[in-house]
């Protein structure tokens, strides 16, 4: 069912976009858009959001490897479907491949912050998972990368400054387990980059939830998010 608060429609237009609903979910709110123009609008809004943000990287040579890893992506998301999917183009099947988002979140991720550092060749530590974060508020990109080692450190960059009084402090937090709701990660500095202990993150995997908020001083006082979410995207694992 399509939910009615504001809010939530606005995640399951994002999610859909880039394509973590499940088939279900999926089937139901593509049916839901040939009647439902706030829905209409929000998933255009948010393809809207998405696709400039390539432009903001520097072309950077990737691996071979990589490339081999899109191809058969984009190859598995444009086998023939069942005669009642027929009437989706091939724009949608792409942005609905999880595989092929994950690769192109993983290439984003890469070629910002190559270009962020000024580095000629790849780092020599290689993250296991990136999370791109889009602001909700700025509709020109994404404004955080959240990098996950294999040893589960987490290394937060911004890609844009957040101004904040003195009296307000970013958190990241990650969302494990729904059942038991946001895990604190940490303080992160508006306009610098912070490493956060493994100790801090009890698990990560593909799909995984990671946001920002805006709380008090000293961060939340009640061990879950209390202020506006800023900045909110999804891990991807980084081919190997």
Not at 92 to 119: I, M, V
Request: no cysteine; net charge negative.
């Amino acid at each position: 069912m399509i939910p009615r608060d504001a809010e939530e429609r606005d995640m399951i237009a994002a999610e859909y976009v880039l394509g973590h609903l499940s088939e279900e979910q999926a089937d139901a709110l593509e049916r839901a858009l040939a009647s439902d123009v706030d829905l209409s609008e929000r998933v255009r809004a948010w393809e809207e959001r998405f696709v400039p943000a390539a432009s903001l990287a520097a072309p950077v040579p990737p691996h071979p490897s990589l490339w081999r890893g899109i191809e058969n992506a984009i190859h598995g998301a444009l086998a023939p479907r069942p005669v009642g999917r027929a009437r989706f183009v091939w724009f949608a099947a792409l942005w609905r491949s999880l595989g092929l988002w994950r690769l192109a979140t993983a290439a984003l991720a890469g070629f910002l912050l190559l270009t962020l550092l000024g580095a000629p060749d790849p780092p020599a530590r290689k993250p296991a998972f990136v999370a791109v974060l889009q602001s909700r508020d700025a509709p020109d990109g994404p404004g955080w990368i959240i990098q996950v080692d294999a040893d589960r450190t987490v290394h937060s960059t911004p890609l844009r400054r957040t101004e904040l009084d003195s009296q307000r402090v970013l958190q990241l937090w990650t969302l494990v387990d729904p059942a038991k709701g946001p895990v604190a990660l940490g303080l992160l500095a508006p306009s610098a980059a912070v490493r956060l202990p493994p100790e801090r993150l009890p698990a990560i995997d593909a799909g995984q939830l990671f946001e920002i908020t805006l709380e008090p001083a000293e961060g939340s006082p009640i061990g879950r998010p209390t202020g506006r979410i800023l900045y909110i995207g999804r891990a991807a694992a980084v081919p190997s």
